[in-house]
């Protein structure tokens, strides 16, 4: 079971990405798609800072584990997460994002921001990446981990079927895709866009190891990585984490119209307040159950 101390510190550092993605939303330059990064704060976060086997002092680490964000638009959790691990300055991202020229744009792109593995943003080809990238580990006898994160809204594109068709025909026990289950595309509920459940069935059909979960709960994200196949299984594996987007703010929750946006700054005050407030009481309930 989840270590509690390591559960209360990553929810801290979750609670910190929200605002980091509020800060960034405050009067930017350029839209910040707040609302698919506040349904992957939770997931990024325990890759990040608990899970995934990188280093920022060796990036060329044969052995590193390889993350790749196939759902490139939530640029910002990749940023605020690799400038936490070393990687580079936060206040790099704040001071330049959405400008011209900058290493930080809207979408990770390998040649520009440190840590970021491939470019993405055009979805659909994450996903084939790691394949890839998974079978020249196993090719390699690397001891690494191949780990990408998808939306669901992403998994529409056809691409993506052909990848999870090719990766237990590969084996590759060393690819783990995990899906941000928030049930949102960019201007619709996925059940009107392209229904795509359920998804679960619909990797164990095509041979994947497949874990469900509450994308949002860290303890069970720890559990779930934690105790993965080993490196050597021959089935890959499928987190479907169900999430919500714009998870944190009220008005945000569940709403088309936050997949991505501007703060001005009375409105970043008060979601400032807002995940305070419900971290706090979240604070009290940990401490009365033990
Ligand atoms: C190939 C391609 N088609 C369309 C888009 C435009 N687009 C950007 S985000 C998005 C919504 C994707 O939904 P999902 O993957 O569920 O992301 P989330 O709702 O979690 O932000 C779309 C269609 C794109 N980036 N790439």
Redesign the pocket.
């Known amino acids: 079971m989840a270590d509690r101390e390591e559960v209360e510190r990553l929810k801290d550092l979750a609670l910190q990405m929200r605002k980091d993605v509020l800060r960034l939303a405050r009067n930017a330059g350029g839209p910040v798609?707040v609302?698919?990064?506040f349904?992957?704060s939770e997931i990024m976060t325990v890759l990040f800072q608990h899970f995934l086997r990188i280093d920022a002092g060796k990036p060329e680490w044969p052995d590193r584990d390889r993350f790749i964000l196939s759902?490139?638009?939530?640029a910002g959790t990749l940023y605020f997460s690799l400038a936490r691990k070393g990687y580079f300055d936060i206040e790099d991202v704040f001071g330049t994002y959405g400008k011209l020229g900058t290493d930080f744009g809207m979408?990770p792109c390998k040649a520009h921001a440190p840590g970021v593995e491939t470019s993405t943003?055009?979805?659909?080809?994450g996903l084939a990446v790691a394949v890839g990238m998974a079978l020249g580990g196993r090719l390699d006898g690397g001891t690494h981990r191949v780990v990408t994160v998808?939306?669901?809204?992403?998994?529409?594109?056809g691409s993506v079927w052909e990848a999870v068709m090719a990766a237990p025909q590969f084996k590759l026990g060393n690819l783990v895709a995990i899906v941000?289950?928030?049930?949102?595309?960019?201007?619709g509920h996925?059940d009107d866009v392209m229904k795509i459940n359920p998804l679960d069935e619909k990797f164990a059909a095509f041979g994947w190891n497949v874990i469900e979960l509450d994308g949002h709960d860290v303890a069970a994200l720890i559990d779930a990585l934690d105790n993965l196949p080993p490196v050597a299984a021959d089935r890959p594996t499928a987190i479907v984490a169900k999430?919500v987007?714009g998870k944190g703010i009220d008005f945000m929750e569940d709403k088309?119209a936050w997949?991505?946006g501007i703060l001005d700054d009375e409105m970043y005050e008060a979601c400032l307040k807002q995940l305070d407030e419900k971290r706090e009481a979240e604070r009290n309930d940990a401490w009365l159950v033990h």
Do not use: F, Q, R
């Open positions: 798609h609302g698919g990064d349904s992957l759902k490139g638009h939530g979408h943003g055009s979805l659909g080809h998808l939306g669901d809204g992403e998994m529409n594109e941000d289950k928030n049930e949102l595309s960019l201007d996925l999430t987007k088309i997949h991505a």
